[in-house]
């Protein structure tokens, strides 16, 4: 019964940065896989980036150089720093978890996900 919290989303400018913070409640934080989804109105939600538990990152094309994603297994945190944000980064935010071994490889798929915090809005004014 894992729970997410995301924060940190805003109302930002062209090429602004922002950091977005994941807080989870899970027991085993340091064994699970995260990733960062987020949905535009109207379209599908949409992978971003993930980080396994040994800390190893994959990135979607779209925000490859852009955004980074990191974790604090000792407070139990996932972050997001994204930086030159465009308009079309507009959208809900949304952490997610599972679990995961050791030796898990980059879960970039809804499905594959066990839990999800409410969302974050981030807005891109040009």
């Known amino acids: 019964q894992v729970q997410l919290r995301e924060s940190g989303g805003g109302v930002v400018q062209a090429g602004d940065s922002l950091r977005l913070s994941c807080a989870s409640s899970?027991?085993?934080?340091?064994?699970?896989?995260l990733g960062w989804f987020r949905q535009a109105p109207g379209k599908e939600r949409e992978f971003l980036a993930t980080i396994t538990r040994t800390g190893s990152t994959h990135y979607a094309d779209s925000v490859k150089g852009r955004f980074t994603i990191s974790r604090d297994n000792a407070k139990r945190l996932v972050y997001l720093q994204m930086d030159s944000l465009k308009p079309e980064d507009t959208a809900v935010y949304y952490c997610?978890?599972?679990?995961?071994?050791?030796?898990?490889?980059?879960?970039?798929?809804?499905?594959?996900?066990?839990?999800w915090g409410q969302g974050t809005q981030v807005t891109v004014s040009s």
């Open positions: 997610s978890s599972r679990d995961a071994i050791l030796t898990a490889p980059y879960y970039t798929t809804i499905n594959d996900y066990s839990y």
């Open positions: 899970g027991r085993t934080f340091n064994r699970d896989s």
